[in-house]
């Protein structure tokens, strides 16, 4: 019959910590980096409606480059008309943790001539 000694785990639950703890540090930051981008694309589609507004009202291109550089610093603009409207896509290359670079775009369209 073997007989097992008391203490001989001692220390595993040190190692264990020490095995996870970066994999729980890595999944937190990841977490709130997605967080952090679900956010900016908000002020990127907010920005490409309020720029593709200024553009329909007979504003400048660059009053509409300035709205979407004050929302998300970085973000690029490109507009078209297409018919009574014109649209705007305002895109932005978003880091994440670090470790990832996503771009991101948003699009948004007014009716040109409206006040």
Known sequence: MMRRRVGCDRG??????ALALPAVVLTLLLGAGALGA?????????????AARLLGR????????GVVAAA??????????????????A???IAIGGLLT????????ALSGGL
């Open 12 to 17: 595993s639950v040190a190692a264990e910590l």
């Open 38 to 50: 679900a956010s900016r694309q908000v002020s990127l589609q907010d920005a490409a409606a309020d």
């Open 58 to 65: 007979g504003e400048g291109a660059d009053a509409a480059s």
């Open 72 to 89: 998300v610093p970085g973000a690029g603009l490109s507009s078209r008309s297409e018919g009574d409207l014109v649209c705007v896509t």
């Open 91 to 93: 895109s932005v290359d």
């Open 102 to 109: 996503l771009p991101m775009r948003a699009s948004s369209c």
